[in-house]
DNA sequence: CATTGTGAACTCATTCACAGCG
DNA sequence: CGCTGTGAATGAGTTCACAATG
């Protein structure tokens, strides 16, 4: 009975968690799994494993559990991992290498559809899979014509908000930042941000707050 | 007045991000910034800039907002960013010579001390700055000698665990973990986790959602 | 008088506790 | 009886609103 309710943001990356655990849950031959064993693989508490499902459904039974095949499938269904996903990443340097050939994203239905530089020494370079790595300049018309609907910006921070922009232009409205700079984008494109600076200087912090203590 | 208080993980995030927009601010010649404008910078709300701040004293004068060099000295106190951090790499595929490479990491005073991987098609390639990478064999005795503090974990899943206790027995408390795998590790261990494939599913999520709009 | 600093109000997320059910 | 599903209680984080003040 999915409700129209407000789901946390936080309830989707545990659902990624989630159907990460069940996938080598399967692999080791289990068919059924209680959220106690479930949250005590993700390290979270048995109720939240249960309340995240609830929105969307009612899938386990009770006195037994969830079926894992089949929680499996509904989750897929959740995150639409049920079909395939193109998208484009724009600076093709060692971390735009490292997305196009990260096998978990390919597995999971996120495909490359194309790769993209400004640099006339990596423009043309053949790609695994037979492509090539293209002209900035082509964004726009590759967008359409190879149906990219993710933009990945794998740029230095000097670029990032030029790469936005074109992907914008593209309608693609869907984009995963890696550049270490705020990029701006109209309400109707979503933007998620992975900043390793970011994260390094929390880390940072906590390293010093419990060295203080 | 630095008050023994519980501190949002989000206000540290936030705090990195006020840090960024007052170097640009800097460079731009501003002397003086209120709250609403490095709130309007961050895209978020005013009275959050203030309370952020607000946790580790008061740095703003009334009627007239903060003064941008002093802002920046406070904060870079406060994420302990005056000073350098040593870490160390494990799995130099294109990952790990993103992160090698990465400038900001660097300006900030993240230094990569040393790297490592099992492959001995890498172990012995030369990096810039006149080391190598190393065996992953001597990760121990490397973390000791290069007094390193943080490790970076950019290996595929399967070897992550391993990475992750050779670090633990090195006495590295601290650990940014790319593999698309949960690690475990004791309490006095930090964890910070970037996933690439939980964002994706994200996004994947959002965007089915606003098309069904 | 413009803007900070902050208690109080509010909104959002997690955990508890138990009714409901196979 | 055991485990799910969920309303109610708690806890955390954000925003409001205004007193304090340079």
């Given at each position: 009975m999915t409700k129209t309710q407000k789901i946390p943001k936080a309830t989707?990356?545990?659902?990624?968690?989630?159907?990460?655990?069940?996938e080598l849950l399967e692999f080791d031959g289990y068919r059924m799994v209680s959220s106690?064993?479930?949250?005590?693989?993700?390290?979270?508490?048995?109720?939240?494993?249960?309340?995240?499902?609830?929105?969307?459904g009612e899938?386990?039974?009770?006195?037994?559990?969830?079926?894992?095949?089949?929680?499996?499938?509904?989750?897929?269904?959740?995150?639409?991992?049920?079909?395939?996903?193109n998208f484009g990443i724009a600076g093709m340097g060692n971390l735009?290498?490292?997305?196009?050939?990260?096998r978990n994203l390919a597995l999971r239905g996120f495909k490359c559809a194309a790769a993209f530089d400004n640099?006339?020494?990596?423009?043309?370079?053949?790609l695994p899979g037979g492509t090539?790595?293209?002209?900035?300049?082509?964004?726009?018309?590759?967008?359409?014509?190879?149906?990219?609907?993710?933009?990945?910006?794998?740029?230095?921070a000097s670029s990032a908000q030029k790469v936005a922009d074109l992907f914008l232009e593209g309608h693609v409205n869907a984009i995963l930042n890696f550049a270490p700079t705020r990029i701006n984008v109209p309400d109707c494109c979503l933007v998620e941000n992975i900043d390793?600076?970011?994260i390094m200087d929390i880390l940072a912090y906590k390293l010093r707050e419990k060295m203080a203590a």
């Open positions: 989707i990356t545990r659902l990624s968690m989630y159907y990460r655990q069940l106690e064993k479930l949250a005590w693989l993700c390290q979270i508490n048995p109720a939240q494993v249960r309340k995240d499902l609830g929105y969307f899938f386990g039974v009770r006195g037994v559990g969830y079926d894992v095949i089949d929680l499996l499938a509904q989750i897929k269904k959740i995150l639409s991992l049920n079909r395939d996903w735009g290498c490292a997305i196009l050939l990260h640099s006339h020494d990596r423009i043309g370079m053949p090539k790595i293209r002209d900035i300049k082509e964004l726009k018309t590759a967008i359409r014509d190879l149906n990219i609907e993710i933009g990945v910006i794998t740029t230095p390793f600076t970011v």
